[in-house]
């Protein structure tokens, strides 16, 4: 079965700075990969989404990034700001699959 | 458009006891799912239907039942509740086609003591 790995439960990182979390999944199959954010409380909100025969993809200051010779999307959140602190989570589909979601990573931005 | 809706927030039940919840949309979306999440865990799959009548089971489906009578509504019932089940449960719906993205309430915490 599909399994998703968010290596890191938790990532600090300096205001200003650029922010990469991974994600490994261990299938290949013709796929994407999505990422979600979540807030305390709140339920996952959609992000980004990347296609297997996508190299990169950006959406303001977020890049997602997709290698399938690694199976490893790679996300980035440029320039970070304390209001980008959240968990991120990422999920697999093959076609019309359910998602399978990853633990996610918490991220906090400091001032 | 309130995009989807879960009732209650909160709840507290004693082992045993049976509850309902609840998960409304107005998208129109065929797709609707049962998500739980645990601190460690993430977020795994109940059960999902594809559309009015059909239902199918996810990955950790014992202990619930579910039915899906129109496009609206997907409840997700608790028979006889374990605090085994103390999560928080969210509903998630999806367009049909397309790139499968999810579009999740805001989730309901229910504690089994």
């Known amino acids: 079965s599909q399994k998703i790995e968010q290596n890191s439960e938790a990532l600090n990182i300096q205001e200003g700075k650029t922010a990469t979390l991974t994600c490994n999944y261990t299938n290949y199959s013709p796929a994407y990969l999505q990422w979600y954010r979540q807030d305390p409380g709140r339920g996952p909100v959609f992000l980004l989404l990347?296609?297997?025969?996508?190299k990169e993809k950006r959406k303001e200051r977020l890049k997602v990034t997709f290698d399938t010779t690694l199976k490893q999307s790679l996300f980035h959140i440029t320039a970070s700001q304390p209001a980008d602190s959240a968990t991120y989570l990422c999920a697999h589909s093959t076609g019309n699959t359910p998602l399978v979601f990853g633990k996610g990573t918490r991220l906090s931005v400091i001032a | 458009n309130a995009g989807v809706t879960q009732t209650p927030k909160f709840q507290v039940l004693k082992t045993g006891q049976s509850m309902t919840l609840q998960c409304a949309q107005d998208?129109?979306?065929?797709?609707m799912s049962w998500y739980r999440q645990d601190p460690g865990m993430g977020l795994r799959l109940i059960h999902y239907s594809v559309g009015a009548g059909i239902t199918d089971q996810g990955e950790v489906p014992n202990g619930y039942n579910v039915s899906r009578s129109t496009t609206e509504d997907f409840p997700l019932r608790l028979l006889s509740a374990a605090p085994s089940q103390t999560s928080v449960y969210f509903c998630?719906?999806?367009?049909?086609?397309?790139?499968?993205?999810?579009?999740f309430g805001a989730g309901s915490r229910l504690t089994v003591l």
């Open positions: 998630a719906t999806r367009e049909s086609g397309g790139a499968n993205v999810l579009t």
């Open positions: 990347i296609r297997e025969n996508e």
């Open positions: 998208m129109n979306h065929e797709y």
